[in-house]
């Protein structure tokens, strides 16, 4: 390819092709341990059969966009990410479609050995914990499917993923006023100082009060960034609470007991859209909601 180039000229007809594998053969020599990820990871997605891999492919790319937050590669792994969680996700759709469909037609042995077909290690601990429900819903216990002996984290109901998103933690800025000129209201210095320290403490009740304080003020464009934040961070963590219930759930033999823990996780839900409109959570949380609400609809129909 530096043959082609030099003959061509570095700027002469017919060069970006080997311009750009030249590039890329360069990058592969510096960075080979990751480029041999990333191969391993494209012949997975290549192959990828649902039944026979599940959501595997879709965590190796989480896994990379963690490992290599900086790679040039990063843009086609966030695609590779893209499409294999929208694969799993509908494979994982169909499974329960199917288990509800041999359900409502007297069928539960038959969906028993559905849910038995799939091993645990295709699936994320949310899935594995909504196979546990749905099995004791048929009215057996089977095989525990999240084990913290394991090191499993368990976190369901679409907790947020770790893969160059999270929320950043509060950064103390230094307000100005509006004509730009350093000049700063002790009094609101002082509010916007508590506000980050309480938002630090991750105390976001009162740090979303005391911003709310400074939105009349020359504050208001920074404090207005600063409640989206926080609101956001107090939604991660309801909803890790509500994750945290509904795995307790999914291991509860007793049926009332199992109810009690899904309601108090229903109930961490609700408490999101009533108090943080502004988390920008709003459409998962309803999706988690909906998926509770027919558990409990399953429950319901054993009483």
């Given amino acids: 390819y530096l043959e082609l180039l030099r003959v061509n000229g570095v700027e002469g007809p017919g060069t970006d092709w080997p311009r750009s594998q030249q590039k890329a053969l360069d990058y592969?020599?510096?960075?080979?341990?990751e480029v041999?990820?990333?191969?391993?990871?494209?012949?997975?997605?290549?192959?990828?059969?649902p039944v026979r891999d599940g959501f595997t492919v879709a965590e190796q790319s989480h896994v990379f966009l963690r490992k290599y937050p900086q790679s040039e590669l990063i843009k086609g792994v966030r695609e590779l990410a893209g499409k294999s969680d929208r694969a799993a996700e509908q494979w994982f759709a169909d499974v329960l479609s199917e288990v509800d469909r041999l359900n409502s037609e007297q069928k539960s042995q038959q969906a028993l050995g559905l849910i038995d077909s799939i091993s645990p290690r295709l699936l994320p601990p949310d899935k594995q914990a909504i196979l546990q429900l749905k099995r004791r819903s048929l009215g057996s216990t089977g095989q525990t499917w999240t084990s913290q002996d394991n090191g499993i984290q368990e976190e369901i109901l679409e907790v947020p993923?770790?893969?160059n998103q999270d929320a950043q933690?509060?950064?103390?800025?230094?307000?100005?006023s509006p004509a730009g000129e350093g000049v700063v209201d002790d009094g609101l210095q002082r509010t916007w100082d508590q506000a980050l320290k309480d938002m630090q403490a991750k105390n976001y009740d009162q740090s979303i009060e005391l911003f709310s304080g400074l939105l009349n003020t020359s504050y208001a464009a920074r404090a207005n960034e600063r409640i989206r934040e926080a609101s956001l961070l107090a939604a991660q963590e309801k909803r890790?609470?509500?994750?945290?219930l509904f795995v307790r759930a999914s291991?509860?033999?007793?049926?009332?007991?199992?109810?009690?823990?899904?309601?108090?996780?229903?109930?961490?839900?609700?408490?999101?859209?009533?108090?943080?409109?502004?988390?920008?959570?709003?459409?998962?949380?309803?999706?988690n909601l909906n998926r509770i609400d027919q558990e409990l609809a399953g429950i319901d129909q054993t009483i």
């Fill in 240 to 244: 890790k609470e509500a994750a945290a």
């Fill in 36 to 49: 041999r990820e990333y191969a391993s990871l494209l012949k997975n997605f290549l192959a990828y059969d």
């Fill in 251 to 287: 291991r509860a033999t007793d049926t009332a007991r199992r109810r009690q823990l899904l309601m108090s996780s229903r109930n961490l839900l609700e408490e999101i859209l009533q108090k943080y409109p502004r988390s920008g959570l709003a459409g998962k949380v309803r999706r």
């Fill in 169 to 176: 933690a509060a950064v103390p800025v230094t307000p100005v």
């Fill in 161 to 163: 993923r770790q893969d």
């Fill in 28 to 33: 592969s020599y510096a960075h080979t341990g």
